[in-house]
Every structure is written in structure tokens, then in C-alpha cells.
């Protein structure tokens, strides 16, 4: 007989890009963890693939790429912080190629149950290219996979 009190997620990790459709993405999340009083982790990785294709590493660009991330979510983040309801959240900002850093920098350490991230939409072009990270999770990831519209 299956334990069903087990069967909530307690790691829940949301994979935020950037764009403008993050934050129903991170609302969703959020729900998500309040409903299994789960603790959240708010990952994004800043992708290196145009500045190796330029060739250059400008020192000073990075941070401030990280610092505008961490603003566009600031204040969700300190609201939900003290969320009796979250088991805590973490926000972890990385770089580099966005599946590799993504699977192993980020989901392979932290081994969520779920993991929540966006269905971004990227024109013909770009998707022939370089694939959807959300079909990229489902093959790579050994957990639950939730994906919002």
C-alpha cells in the first residue's frame, strides 16, 4: 500500500530565464511550495553562448547581469522569505552554457522533487538551433517536471 503522505514534494526548484513571462513562472512556483510547505529554490543561469562566440569576457558585465536578475526578483523574494508556509528559499545565480550549468551546476546538487520552469517561446530559428529547455528537463531529469504556459 502506497504512503500518500509522502508522496509531497519537498525540494522545488524553478529555473527562471529572464524574460517578462519569469514571474508567472515564479508565482506558480511559490504556490507550489506553499501547498507542500516545500523549500524553494530560485535558480537561473546567465547563458555564456554569445560572449564565447564573441570571443570576449568583459570582467565588469557579469555581476551586473546578475545584480539586474536578482533585482527583477527582489521583492517577491523578500516577501516570501519569512512565508511560514515555505521551508525557505535560496536564490542561485550561475554561468555558462545554459543545459550543461543548468543540469550540473544546479539540479544534479541541489536534486530536486520538481522542478517548475517556463515555456519560453523561441522563434523557429532559434528552437532548430538550440532545443527547449523544458524538453531538455524532461529528458535529463529524474523528477517531476511541471511546465507553465
Same mark, same amino acid.
Given at each position: 500500500?502506497?504512503?500518500?503522505?509522502?508522496?509531497?514534494?519537498?525540494?522545488?526548484?524553478?529555473?527562471?530565464?529572464?524574460?517578462?513571462?519569469?514571474?508567472?513562472?515564479?508565482?506558480?512556483?511559490?504556490?507550489?511550495?506553499?501547498?507542500?510547505?516545500?523549500?524553494?529554490?530560485?535558480?537561473?543561469?546567465?547563458?555564456?553562448?554569445?560572449?564565447?562566440?564573441?570571443?570576449?569576457?568583459?570582467?565588469?558585465?557579469?555581476?551586473?547581469?546578475?545584480?539586474?536578475?536578482?533585482?527583477?526578483?527582489?521583492?517577491?523574494?523578500?516577501?516570501?522569505?519569512?512565508?511560514?508556509?515555505?521551508?525557505?528559499?535560496?536564490? !542561485?545565480?550561475?554561468?555558462? /552554457?545554459?543545459?550543461?550549468?543548468? *543540469?550540473?551546476? =544546479? +539540479?544534479?546538487? $541541489?536534486?530536486?522533487? #520538481? !522542478?517548475?520552469?517556463?515555456? /519560453?517561446?523561441?522563434?523557429?530559428? *532559434?528552437?532548430? =538551433? +538550440?532545443?527547449? $529547455?523544458?524538453?531538455? #528537463?524532461?529528458?535529463?531529469?529524474?523528477?517531476?517536471?511541471?511546465?507553465? *504556459?
Amino acid at each position: 500500500m502506497a504512503h500518500y503522505k509522502n508522496l509531497g514534494y519537498k525540494k522545488i526548484f524553478v529555473a527562471l530565464d529572464g524574460t517578462e513571462e519569469q514571474d508567472a513562472v515564479l508565482n506558480r512556483a511559490i504556490a507550489v511550495a506553499k501547498n507542500n510547505h516545500a523549500k524553494l529554490y530560485v535558480g537561473h543561469v546567465m547563458d555564456s553562448t554569445a560572449l564565447e562566440t564573441a570571443g570576449t569576457y568583459p570582467v565588469d558585465l557579469i555581476p551586473k547581469l546578475e545584480a539586474l536578475f536578482r533585482k527583477s526578483i527582489e521583492k517577491t523574494i523578500e516577501t516570501i522569505q519569512n512565508d511560514p508556509e515555505i521551508d525557505g528559499v535560496e536564490v !542561485v545565480v550561475k554561468y555558462g /552554457r545554459v543545459r550543461e550549468t543548468l *543540469k550540473e551546476e =544546479l +539540479l544534479d546538487q $541541489i536534486e530536486p522533487d #520538481l !522542478v517548475i520552469c517556463g515555456a /519560453r517561446g523561441l522563434s523557429p530559428i *532559434k528552437y532548430a =538551433l +538550440l532545443g527547449s $529547455i523544458s524538453t531538455f #528537463l524532461l529528458r535529463a531529469t529524474p523528477c517531476d517536471i511541471l511546465v507553465v *504556459k
